[in-house]
């Protein structure tokens, strides 16, 4: 390419390797598209998502498979730069080998890696052969621009470069460019899209313990409302979607956008389901009230329910305020009929025998309640890199006895989401105390179905609990279904 034209950019979604415990649906990656859009502002752009196109390989029969069809698709494409989206350490291995092939195929052309799993871990990209050129740390749009523009004259750098990417202002703000991914959807997903993730709003101001959010910026950064209502409208009018969802960290920190923007989602009307998460502090009842007009589930991250884990979580500095808000808040919701989740995380270091006693003493008592919207949901920690438990492990083994058993487990052979949760959470829980909270929830499965009005039923058990299918009432619920 000469010194006056633009880059072509290729943009990547690797998908990831080894991952036999992943059985979830092919999904549109809204993260991935968003960035694609902005770039696509300025330079030609193609997305491919090697997940989809491809598959999530397993054996090595299969990574083998997936390794030619990945060279043979860069061999046909005519890029300058690959972008590849490591957006978890779930996908690092898959980076990896795409990167390789791509280094083999094209080797004077340019590679670009960013993520949370780059932000974190940078330095997992720096190989002795420059494999990557550049690591993007943070938000991707303004960097990935400057390097794209720098590149005609620039060309490659002499060694892997880290580069910190400067969070994107709300002005700056692109909407999807969906003709970049309208082939693929229409004909990957001609049924229909079962849930499609798009973002209105960028940043989170909490700093949870366990998770990545805390290595972005913290300024909470949403679209305008008319603009967040235009990302909401046209996918549902060009593609056939069930349920959108709002992937945002926490939806609607601001009561003046929150309930205008809600005002204005209720005047769309849209007939797909809705999803969104947020905290139990920024709802309320006039909140609760509009949305009741909808078909709309409303994700609570709740962790735990106790006091002592909260805190450990670093969730709330008053964590008997914040779980009494939302028992509040569950209540209201269940007297409008909405359906609500509670997502909890187990075995997060620093959990004990006393406090899961705890969060399911809370659970026994709004399951005790008749007529309830309110499902349970749960899984065990996951230990990515780049939280605060991961820049403080020394903290967690000394305090609480917590072992890492895994600590690079992304690098490793072994099922990555099994690997991941390969942690010993305290001294009380080792041995057969790992798997004591999956054997008190379980215990529990008949009341935490018994509460609930047949339309939140329907859901869980469609979303979250698959073996209550088999349950009469699931055949007897109303539609509830996306």
């Given at each position: ?18 991952g ?14 968003i960035?694609?859009?902005y770039?696509?502002?300025h ?6 998502d090697?997940?989809?196109e ?5 054996s ?13 698709f860069l061999?046909?494409?005519?890029y300058d730069i690959?972008?590849?989206?490591c ?9 990896m ?9 094209h ?11 780059p932000?974190?871990r940078?330095?997992?990209?720096q190989?002795?052969?420059?494999l ?5 740390q ?8 400057e ?7 620039a ?14 202002q ?8 969906w003709?970049?991914v ?10 229909g899209?079962?849930?499609l993730?798009i973002y209105?709003?960028r940043?989170c101001p ?9 290595l ?35 939806l ?9 923007f809600?005002?204005r989602?209720?005047?769309?009307g849209?007939?797909s ?5 947020t905290?139990?502090d ?16 409303i ?33 209201i ?6 359906v609500h ?5 187990f ?13 399911f003493?809370?659970?026994d ?6 007529n309830?919207?309110?499902i ?8 990515f ?11 967690y083994?000394q305090?609480?006895?917590?072992r890492?058993?895994?600590p690079?487990?992304?690098k ?8 991941s949760?390969?942690?010993i959470?305290?001294r ?16 529990r ?11 939140a039923?329907?859901?869980?058990a469609?979303?979250y ?18």
């Amino acid at each position: 390419m000469n010194a006056a034209s633009k880059p072509a950019i290729l943009l990547a979604y690797p998908s990831f390797l080894s991952g036999a415990e992943w059985s979830g649906r092919d999904e549109v990656k809204a993260s991935q598209l968003i960035l694609a859009s902005y770039l696509a502002e300025h330079f030609p752009v193609e997305y491919v998502d090697f997940e989809i196109e491809i598959g999530r390989p397993v054996s090595p029969v299969q990574i083998r498979r997936f390794e030619r069809k990945v060279r043979e698709f860069l061999e046909n494409r005519d890029y300058d730069i690959l972008g590849i989206s490591c957006w978890t350490s779930l996908s690092y291995k898959a980076s990896m080998t795409i990167a390789n092939i791509a280094r083999e195929v094209h080797p004077k052309r340019l590679i670009v890696a960013g993520g949370y799993h780059p932000t974190a871990r940078p330095e997992d990209f720096q190989t002795p052969d420059n494999l990557v050129d550049y690591v993007i740390q943070g938000e991707g749009e303004i960097a990935f621009k400057e390097i794209a523009d720098a590149f005609p004259v620039a060309g490659r750098p002499p060694q892997t470069k880290i580069i910190a990417g400067p969070p994107l202002q709300p002005e700056q703000f692109v909407g999807v460019k969906w003709d970049l991914v309208d082939d693929m959807l229409r004909s990957r997903f001609s049924g229909g899209i079962g849930t499609l993730c798009i973002y209105l709003s960028r940043g989170c101001p909490f700093e949870c313990a366990f998770c990545m959010e805390a290595l972005k910026d913290h300024t909470w950064r949403p679209y305008s409302v008319e603009q967040a209502i235009e990302q909401v409208r046209i996918p549902m009018e060009r593609y056939k979607v069930i349920a959108l969802a709002f992937g945002d960290a926490v939806l609607g920190v601001q009561p003046t956008w929150r309930k205008e923007f809600f005002r204005r989602l209720v005047e769309l009307g849209p007939q797909s389901w809705i999803f969104l998460e947020t905290r139990p502090d920024f709802l309320d009842e006039e909140d609760i009230k509009m949305l009741s007009k909808l078909k709309v589930e409303i994700q609570f991250g709740v962790e735990s329910c106790s006091p002592e884990m909260l805190r450990i979580m670093n969730k709330t500095r008053q964590p008997e305020k914040f779980l009494a808000r939302f028992r509040e808040v569950s209540h209201i919701l269940s007297d409008y009929g909405v359906v609500h989740g509670a997502n909890l995380i187990f075995n997060h270091p620093g959990e004990t025998r006393r406090t899961l006693e705890e969060t399911f003493a809370f659970v026994d008592a709004e399951s005790g309640r008749k007529n309830s919207s309110l499902i349970w949901a749960s899984h065990g920690y996951l230990h990515f890199p780049g939280n605060e438990i991961d820049r403080n492990q020394s903290f967690y083994e000394q305090k609480y006895g917590t072992r890492f058993l895994s600590p690079d487990w992304w690098k490793g052979e072994d099922d990555p989401l099994i690997a991941s949760r390969n942690i010993i959470p305290s001294r009380d829980l080792e041995g057969e105390g790992i798997t004591l909270w999956k054997k008190m929830f379980g215990e529990r499965q008949q009341q935490l179905k018994d509460c609930l009005t047949p339309k939140a039923f329907r859901l869980a058990a469609e979303t979250y609990f698959p073996d209550w299918r088999l349950d009469s009432r699931y055949d007897e619920a109303e539609e509830g279904n996306r």
